[in-house]
């Protein structure tokens, strides 16, 4: 069989089983099968394909068709211009997530924050992304050690200055000790669960996507940590589940001001920022 029949065979399994962006998945397994790039797909449209990556790209195609995400599969996913390593222990990075991203970067680069955390880190996209974007150390923690081997992994790739840490949300901090604190904490309702696409609910980490009955469970707990780890004027970034702007800002109300919303391409407040107020 050649490399282009494979293509269309594929595509057209995953068509019938009425998966989305069939031909781009069937391109993107078939080159993971064959350890190549997507463009040498073209240029060797016409070449036999071994029974060694046939068998792979048949493996690829099953465990797809069971819904598995293709990025679980080819273990890849790109975030801020990177490739990051990904399996089941860590959320996939959404492009969303960058505008937490830039928004720490932009104010790192006007306010340079010493100290700079990353809350919940997962697959460490976020941490080692500031890391190599403002060349500093960036201290990272998480509650799932399965995850946190996956971040270090990331950072070693690219021989980040990633300091990772186990605990829950911001325990093993010092008091006033946190000038910058970014986290894309849990945020989504359990009663959504119902409603999420298959490939998230029963693929990503529950502990990582799960906050409890409202959704605010986690940012109210990191918030009333953050009062006391971060050194007052210091800063935080958090990405926002949907229609949980309101409810942050409420909770932030309180200790927190110069409030900053970013808004998503589709429109969706994504990212909200506060500084911490004197004592
Ligand atoms: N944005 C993710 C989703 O919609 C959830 C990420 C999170 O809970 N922080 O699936």
Redesign the pocket.
Known sequence: MTLGTALQQGTAILEKASLPVARLTAEVLLSHALRRDRAYLYAHSTDELTELAWIHYGRYLDERLKGKPTQYITHKQEFFGRDFYVNGDV?IP?P?TEHLVEAAISYSRLFQPRTIVDVGTGSGAIATSLALELEQPVWASDISLAALSVASRNAKTYNAPVAFFACDLLEAMRPASVDLLVS?????PGADSAN?QVE?RDW?PHV????GDTGLEIYRRLIAQAAVAVKPRGRLYF?L?YRSLDGVRELLSSQWDDFEVVSDLAGWPRVIGATLCSP
């Open positions: 959320l959404r969303e894309n904490p849990p945020y989504v999420m998230v990503e990582a996507l799960f906050a990405e589940g």
